[in-house]
């Protein structure tokens, strides 16, 4: 069964530096996500990307993040200068074109903890 | 309450016994789903209900929904140790068409053998 896969499983770094998450979305899906589970906190909503371009943010998704897809197949976040709130579970996600019902197909996540 | 809270959070029952969690919402909604989430993995969605259905069934799963109160429930039946998870609602404004969904604080299963 296709699947989103996301890379890598842990990231550790610190306050400050730069991070590339990555996803490879279903491939034939259209919209991709991402989202955020900070520990014992709500999943929040973060950014969706459709046609090459951002169609939602969310008012955490601020100037130190941003999304790229660089080829056919990978989906990345990235976070410029990462500080320690931005420890989390981050989880990408993908929906078909037919996206009436909005399924949403979610990544096993990226643990981040900066340090 | 805030968008997507659902009760309890915590529910630890024995296996066979039936999970019964609840979820409620505030903006106008074209469909609601229920996932699931097991310890430090992502979430898979089981169940989606339209608004304009009060009952969907999909095996032992049973999913409510309420549009005049805004609230759903998602029963599970004769549950199972490997049902051990967290349930999340999640929504998506019909009003604004955004495909965000806004994800409910959860409900922890615990399923004892």
């Known amino acids: 069964e296709p699947e989103v896969t996301q890379t890598p499983s842990h990231q550790v770094t610190q306050m400050g530096q730069e991070v590339i998450l990555r996803c490879v979305p279903i491939s034939n899906h259209l919209y991709f996500y991402w989202y955020r589970q900070i520990l014992g906190q709500k999943v929040e909503f973060l950014v969706s990307f459709y046609n090459n371009e951002i169609s939602e943010k969310s008012e955490i998704f601020d100037d130190q993040f941003s999304v790229e897809r660089p080829d056919g197949s990978n989906f990345t976040l990235k976070i410029r200068s990462t500080k320690l709130e931005d420890s989390a579970m981050y989880f990408c996600?993908?929906?078909?074109?037919?996206?009436?019902?909005?399924?949403?197909?979610f990544g096993a996540g990226t643990r981040l903890s900066v340090l | 309450s805030q968008q997507g809270e659902e009760d309890p959070q915590a529910l630890s029952i024995q296996e066979g016994e039936n999970a019964t969690m609840n979820c409620s919402y505030k903006?106008?909604?074209?469909?609601l789903q229920w996932y699931r989430q097991n310890s430090g993995r992502g979430l898979v969605h089981l169940i989606l209900i339209r608004s304009n259905e009060r009952e969907k069934h999909s095996g032992r799963l049973r999913v409510t929904l309420d549009t005049s109160k805004k609230s759903s429930s998602l029963l599970i039946t004769a549950s199972r140790a490997a049902d051990t998870a967290s349930y999340f609602c999640?929504?998506?404004?019909?009003?604004?068409?955004?495909?965000?969904?806004?994800f409910g604080s959860g409900t922890r299963l615990q399923v004892q053998p």
């Open positions: 996600a993908s929906s078909p074109p037919t996206g009436a019902k909005n399924i949403q197909y």
């Open positions: 999640a929504t998506a404004s019909r009003d604004t068409g955004r495909r965000a969904l806004t």
């Open positions: 903006t106008s909604i074209n469909n």
